[in-house]
């Protein structure tokens, strides 16, 4: 008590003193009042929080070792239905996809489908030459060119009128022809009406694939392996005829237990006797399979599944460095077995488990991942896989850097150096959709560029089920509008036909801008200001079951 009573007297005697030299002062000379500007204060340097690193999750960068380019793998998707590219209002509602597709791979355009398009086939006159009517094509193609798009070609079904014994599969006629020598014809034909009308310097730069998973019989193909390996060398034959130096490769090999074969495809390109020429090999300027994840088998397969293709690829010089695509992707089945139109998952896991296939993509020398769509059904709204696509166009086209990790399950880093600019994304991805197990990473950053300064400016961007994800906000306000739900539909795929009745458009509807919001790719952190330690850069990085961060490092 009496410190506190001394300490105001003091105060208030400097108080009155003050006063007094105030109003000397100002009797002196008004006039002579001396205004000081004092210099700016300098920002304070961040102090480097201490974060003690638990080894186990701990990712050493070095900044100064160059692994690869983080090149465009996502930008392809496959077409079943080309008609819809003669409408100009589908062609206009593609704009919106621009920013990440810039191909599209037209699937059984040559015809032998249920629903009868593409019946440019009309039989054979009296010398047996093929009647033809290409104008469907013409149409289609028009339409699409119209877009800016790169279109790709499967030459795959044969025409129904091709087959004495008309026989429904699957996916439409997938016998072989009767009669190779009017498939030739028809081949010659189709690719001649493109040139004539698109130009052989435009034609020959578009991909030509032969036929859609020939080793899942009959759905796809309704022969032998060696009836496909004939199929595929008289094609290739028939396509160089027309365009000598045409981009052409095998159809995707499906890689489900019920496959026929699998790597037998690429001996035969190889060493194989070609059933057309009778000379050693066919050319093959891809290789390319099916990727379907299963939510119920709990697991992430593409390590297992890519091993046999990417090995005996690496065992011939003339394949091992040519692209090496999955044209079919996307996870088939949810948690309850159930498969439903939908081919991905919408939320948070499966932009997590995007994340994990791009780490593993980039490990195995994947080119390209054709994908179905990344929209969510009805709308224009971004799945929560999408807004993991926009952190990678931020990265695309920088170097991928070295990262040295010893990480248990399915997270990690993927670093990449585009400029002065460090990005890290970083994940963390459960194959159970009801995990709890949140995650804590540890990157840290040595080497050349972290040598060059002290301080950087830290922004992240965050994907995991409160941020960028709209689809448990829909499932919740449909549920409340009292919509009817599908117990044994799909859940929580991309299309929220498979799990609801017709009422939930309305409801998507009626709380778009709402939905809008939440499905936008949110900044968590912006421009805060981290410093390194010893010479390194370390980060703490906590992360949900399911969760992917984008962390951009801009040097100050």
């Known amino acids: 008590m009496y410190k506190t009573q001394r300490k105001i007297v003091i105060s208030l005697a400097f108080i009155f003193a003050s006063l007094i030299f105030f109003t000397c002062s100002k009797s002196d000379d ?19 929080p201490v974060i003690v690193v638990d080894p186990n999750n701990l990712v050493t960068i070095n900044t100064s070792s160059v692994v690869g380019q983080l090149y465009n793998f996502w930008s392809t998707r496959p077409m079943v239905n080309q008609t819809r590219f003669a409408s100009s209002s589908f062609r206009s509602s593609l704009d919106l996809i621009k920013t990440y597709v810039k191909s599209y791979n037209m699937v059984r355009v040559l015809g032998g489908r249920t629903d009868n398009l593409n019946d440019f086939y009309k ?113 290739v034959d028939e396509v160089l005829k027309v365009i000598p130096d045409a981009i052409i490769g095998p159809g995707n090999n499906l890689t489900e237990g019920v496959a026929t074969y699998t790597t037998e495809i690429i001996d035969h390109c190889a060493n194989g006797t070609n059933y057309a020429t009778g000379e050693t090999g066919t050319k093959m300027d ?27 690829l690496n065992s011939y010089p003339q394949f091992s460095n040519i692209p090496f695509d999955i044209q079919e992707f996307g996870i088939l089945r949810d948690e309850n077995r159930v498969r439903g139109v939908s081919l991905t998952d919408a939320t948070e896991f499966g932009a997590s488990w995007y994340a994990r296939i791009a780490d593993l993509a980039y490990e195995n020398r994947i080119t390209e991942i054709y994908d179905w769509g990344q929209e969510i059904e009805s709308s224009d709204l971004p799945q929560g896989r999408r807004n993991v696509t926009e952190m990678f166009l931020k990265m695309e086209g920088g170097n991928r850097l070295e990262a040295i990790e010893s990480l248990s399950g399915h997270a990690g880093v993927i670093p990449v150096v585009k400029g002065d600019i460090i990005y890290l994304l970083v994940y963390n991805h459960n194959t159970t959709r009801t995990s709890t197990s949140k995650r804590t990473l540890y990157p840290q950053l040595e080497g050349g560029i972290i040598a060059g300064g002290t301080t950087w400016r830290m922004n992240e961007w965050t994907v995991d089920k409160t941020h ?89």
């Open 286 to 312: 891809f290789f390319c399979f099916s990727y379907y994840e299963k939510m119920d088998e709990n697991k992430v397969r593409l390590p297992e599944t890519v091993q046999a293709f990417r090995a005996k």
């Open 123 to 235: 039989g054979v006159d009296g010398s047996g030459n093929i009647i033809t009517d290409f104008s469907g094509l013409l149409s289609s193609m028009r339409g699409f060119m119209q877009t800016g798009f790169k279109p790709r070609i499967v030459l795959d079904n044969v025409p129904w009128e091709m087959n004495a014994v008309k026989e429904v599969n699957t996916y439409g006629n997938t016998n072989p022809p009767d009669d190779y020598n009017i498939w030739r014809q028809y081949i010659n034909a189709f690719l001649q009406t493109l040139i004539t009308e698109f130009g052989m310097n435009e034609v020959k730069t578009w991909r030509f694939r032969v036929a859609t998973e020939p080793n899942y019989s009959p759905q796809h193909w309704n022969g032998t392996k060696e009836e496909f390996f004939k199929h595929y060398d008289i094609t």
């Open 468 to 556: 960028g994800v709209m689809m448990h906000e829909l499932y919740k306000d449909v549920r409340a509008a009292g919509v009817g739900e599908k117990t044994n539909g799909r859940i929580y795929g991309n299309r929220p036909s498979d799990r609801f009745e017709d009422g939930w458009k309305n409801v998507l509807n009626a709380n778009l801008s709402k939905y809008t919001q939440l499905a936008e790719l949110p900044q968590t952190i912006s421009g805060s200001l981290i410093k390194k330690v010893e010479g390194k850069l370390t980060l703490e990085v906590d992360l949900e079951p399911h969760s992917v961060k984008l962390i951009e490092l801009i040097p100050q």
């Open 30 to 48: 008004i006039g002579d009042v001396i205004i000081e500007n004092p210099e700016p204060e300098e920002p304070e340097e961040p102090e480097a």
